[in-house]
């Protein structure tokens, strides 16, 4: 990798089965992940994606643009933006995209970009991945 390489953008499918999986391996089985009663009684607009989850799509690109798992060093991101995920089988879509901003000995600074639809679901997302 070299500084300014824009690396290719990741799609991921989200849907219902994949929260429902989510929830059992994290122990987050909050009701707004899973019930669209409860997820607009508080306010969202349908059942919202965890927000680790979406970063973790985030850590699947980053280890595929890596060359494989074990090399992200670094990663961080704050969470703007629900991912909402229909009761459907065809679920919703996350495009992760990154560039390089620098390598260095140490590591590859990458700047990212997770979206779904025209929003941007992680608020200044950044990572290092080992040199």
Known sequence: MHTGDVLPEQTFTV????LVRYAGASGDRNPIHW????????GLPGVIAHG????ALA??????????PGRV???SCKFTKPVVVPDDDTGVEVRVSGTVKQVT???????????CGEEKVLGQPKAVLLA
Do not use: N, P
């Open 59 to 68: 850590a699947r690109a980053l280890d595929t643009w890596a060359g494989g």
């Open 52 to 55: 680790m989850f979406t970063m």
């Open 15 to 18: 849907t219902r089965a994949d």
């Open 35 to 42: 019930s669209d009663r409860v997820a607009t009684s508080v």
């Open 73 to 75: 060093r670094e990663l």
């Open 105 to 115: 000995d140490t590591g590859v600074q990458v700047a990212l970009e997770v979206r």
